[in-house]
């Protein structure tokens, strides 16, 4: 998509904003202003106008893709030179969420609408340079698309030199049999452990809220990160990406675990809760074993990695958990 269609905003890999067809945006109470930048058109030459910029979040409002971050948008209103968005709620960290690309107004539903990015269709399978991209670079004169149907056929392509370049979602290593250069890039993406309180028998460590915690606490996100994704994730400190430059010395997360082995053994006697010296494990009052159930999916060998890690490190604090 960034190939062929410019963005209203782009996050760096700092998580830094870096404003393309939005000179900027401006957030005040449950308004948003996004100025749109002069001088900008699409590959056939048209500006790009207030009008484009409107129906492009007009269109990413009812997506798939996009509805969930555009919830909170009661209303989108071109004005000269710029767009105001009405939030139900104020969101001073907006300009985040502007990373959508942008469309003609009159082609926001076409299967092929025309570019705004720095490559533009070409004959065939193939791109070109956009001439009158806004932000060009020094990327190839053309790129030519390949259709593989399988993960082999690509790695064919790779050995045989027809195809240069793919890109792989999640951690996945390249195949050995191909001679290659990887990039890694940070991602957006939280990996995290949910808690079914609700189903929680009542007075369990579950349906406890310094129970939540303690288990939140007794976790070493940092150990998982490095161990379950060979060092190709980050341990998170918060719900946001602690790049994002308005969290990063705000979140309360630590990466590794919070609480000693003692601190843990004082807080679950106190919740009522006996170490069985016999087994390692704690024991409630009526003497049944405190154990939890985690469920992981099996589709990923990374996330049943760190199941079995987080089931590791519970152990180490005297709980039990069936994967």
Known sequence: MGLLFEKLIEIGPDMALSHRIASSVDCVGTDVTIYVRSGCTFADGTPITERDVAASIEAARVSEQYANRFANVTAVKAISGAVVLTLSTPDSLFAYLCDIPVLKASEVDSMTPVSSGRYTYGSSAQLVKN??????????????????????????????????????????????????????????????????????????????????????????RRQLAEKSYYSRAWPATGAINSFYPCVMTKQKILSEAELSSAQIKNQLEAMGYTMDAH?????????????????????????????????HQLASCGIESNL
């Open 131 to 220: 001439p009158h991209c806004a932000f060009p670079d020094n990327g190839p004169n053309q790129i030519q698309l390949v259709p593989v149907t399988s993960y082999e056929e690509m790695v064919s392509g790779l050995t045989v030199g027809f195809l240069n370049l793919y890109t792989a979602r999640g951690v996945e290593d390249a195949s050995p049999s191909v001679t290659s250069r990887q990039t890694y890039f940070r991602t957006n993406n939280l990996i995290f452990l949910g808690i079914n309180a609700a189903a929680a028998p009542a007075g369990s460590l579950l349906a406890r809220p310094d129970g939540r915690v303690l288990l939140s606490k007794a976790l070493d």
């Open 279 to 311: 087994s390692g494990y704690y024991t409630d009052a009526s003497g049944k074993r405190l154990t939890l159930q985690l469920a992981v999916y099996s589709g990923s060998t990374y996330k049943k990695y760190a199941a079995a890690l987080i089931q």
